[in-house]
């Protein structure tokens, strides 16, 4: 609903410095802020925009859980066709999710009509309710009844099992506040700063100035001759050129800057104002927040307090109302959304490779699904850490005869007296013995890693004994020969020597 352009104009329309059209009240719109009118204000629209694109990208899936706990893809289940693919025959699921989104961030409710497949007993469609049209009444039984207006006036009652129904913030469980309807005094101001905006710079921002007669008009009819005609000559195509006083009077030019009329500043703190009462990170909508310089640490805020708890609302309202319990109780509903929150490809490889690595949390066929990659087939065990030996087992022994070795003794720690530059020296050492042990296991030479050669290189490289570097040249070739073992993918094997290179420089730096 509008408010008619009369409603916006002065009585007179005279915007000269004496005229009402600058010291009459200014129209307000308080008490007539709906979510229709409100979507017209730049932030409201901006932070709506926001929230309900950022759910709608966000994949939306059905899974089952185990009971250890790990969550099933249900892919060829008729619930995971409804809300990944096709919620109804004209929407694609970003637009489906994007509108209720939309619906319950501006109006606190969110309302879909559940079709049922009738071979199936599955719901088959979900068509979107405009909330407008609902009314929602609470049955003696206490259960929630629905009455829909439809276009031709008549009215549909639903119960609640024929209905989806996300709710915001509630005050009785039934029915989602309306955030408009909670915050109009905020939106009311907002509307009138903008319309008080709109005047200030319709009138290039400032009145232009006062002339100043010596004596006084003859009449009413006199003055206003003359303002016409002032006005005439100085506006529109005539603006800028010299003007001729007579009688004596003289022209005063006034000066408002931005700062004394001080909108600007009230603007800008609506406007944090309303990004602060949906929960929108002020950055996001195209200003500034100077209390976070790390956009990344922002994005995940905004993951984490805004984003989550309406992913959460989505989860648990489509599993209440589409999944029967008894028959279908470990079915769950979830939105993948670990690829929003990925830092700098740096750190995320860091975090996959202790996740997924040797003694990690996670295997690495789960990373490549995070990582949007298909999974493999030789990845779906953890890796064991090298010359790992499960409880139970005896380590195997090599039946081939091999010369004897010098004893191996556990390397010392490297003493604390060790500069940074020291040590920075010694891993880089370190990695050029890895780095040319990787060649080798790359043309599947691993055995020349023991190599009198391989032997000698290690020795110049990093400075000790050939007595040591057969030590450590022993060690390497077990980890890579491990390695092998483990899987046949060479290159995780080359990434698994990778991670030893600061046991090589300890090595070289402990005492002998």
Not at 178 to 196: C, F, N, V, W
Not at 249 to 254: F, L, N, P, S, T
Not at 346 to 374: H, S
């Amino acid at each position: 609903m509008f408010l008619p352009a009369a409603a916006f104009r002065s009585e007179s329309g005279d915007r000269s410095t004496w005229g009402d059209w600058w010291f009459g009240p200014v129209p307000g719109r308080s008490g007539a802020v709906t979510e229709s009118t409100a979507m017209q204000l730049s932030s409201v629209y901006t932070c709506v925009r926001i929230l309900a694109e950022t759910l709608g990208q966000v994949p939306f899936r059905l899974y089952r859980e185990r009971d250890d706990g790990y969550l099933e893809p249900q892919r060829n289940h008729p619930l995971y066709t409804l809300v990944a693919r096709r919620p109804n025959r004209w929407q694609t699921p970003f637009e489906f999710k994007e509108m209720m989104e939309g619906h319950v961030v501006l109006r606190g409710n969110a309302y879909a009509l559940i079709v049922f497949d009738d071979r199936t007993g599955f719901a088959a469609e979900l068509i979107p309710l405009h909330p407008d049209c609902m009314t929602v009444r609470v049955s003696d039984a206490g259960r929630p009844i629905y009455e829909y207006l439809q276009a031709n006036g008549t009215r549909d009652t639903y119960s609640a099992g024929e209905i989806i129904h996300i709710r915001g913030l509630s005050s009785d469980g039934y029915v989602g506040l309306s955030p408009i309807a909670m915050q109009r005094q905020l939106l009311s101001g907002a509307s009138e700063i903008e319309d008080y905006s709109r005047r200030f710079y319709q009138n290039d921002a400032q009145p232009r100035g006062v002339i100043e007669h010596p004596g006084k008009f003859a009449n009413d009819d006199e003055r206003k001759r003359f303002v016409e005609a002032w006005q005439g000559a100085q506006t529109g195509l005539n603006r800028g050129k010299a003007a001729v006083l007579q009688f004596g009077m003289k022209y005063h030019e006034m000066k408002i800057s931005n700062e004394d009329a001080q909108f600007l500043e009230t603007k800008v703190a609506k406007r944090a104002e309303i990004f602060g009462m949906f929960r929108v990170p002020l950055h996001m909508g195209g200003g500034s927040d100077p209390n976070h310089a790390n956009i990344e640490k922002f994005g995940i805020e905004f993951i984490n307090y805004t984003m989550q708890p309406w992913f959460t609302r989505w989860e648990e309202t489509f599993a209440l109302d589409l999944i029967d319990e008894e028959r279908d109780g470990k079915l769950v509903f979830k939105f993948h959304f670990a690829s929003m929150m990925r830092a700098d490809t740096a750190a995320q490889a860091a975090y996959y490779r202790v996740a997924a690595g040797p003694g990690g949390w996670m295997v690495r066929n789960e990373v490549r699904l995070e990582t949007g990659l298909p999974p493999r087939d030789d990845m779906d065990r953890p890796l064991e850490p090298v010359n790992a030996v499960k409880p139970g087992e005896q380590p195997v022994e090599d039946d081939e005869e091999e010369p004897p070795e010098p004893p191996e003794a556990p390397p010392k720690q490297a003493p604390a007296a060790h500069s940074d530059a020291v040590l920075s020296m010694a891993r880089a050492a370190g990695e050029r013995v890895i780095l040319r042990a990787n060649g080798l296991l790359k043309d599947r030479k691993e055995s020349d890693i023991d190599a009198e050669s391989f032997r000698g290189f290690a020795a110049k490289v990093l400075g000790i004994t050939i007595a040591r570097a057969t030590i450590l040249c022993r060690r390497i070739s077990d980890d890579a020969r491990t390695a092998l073992s483990a899987s046949d993918d060479v290159q995780e094997a080359i990434q698994i020597l990778i991670g030893t290179i600061p046991d090589v420089a300890a090595f070289a730096l402990s005492e002998e």
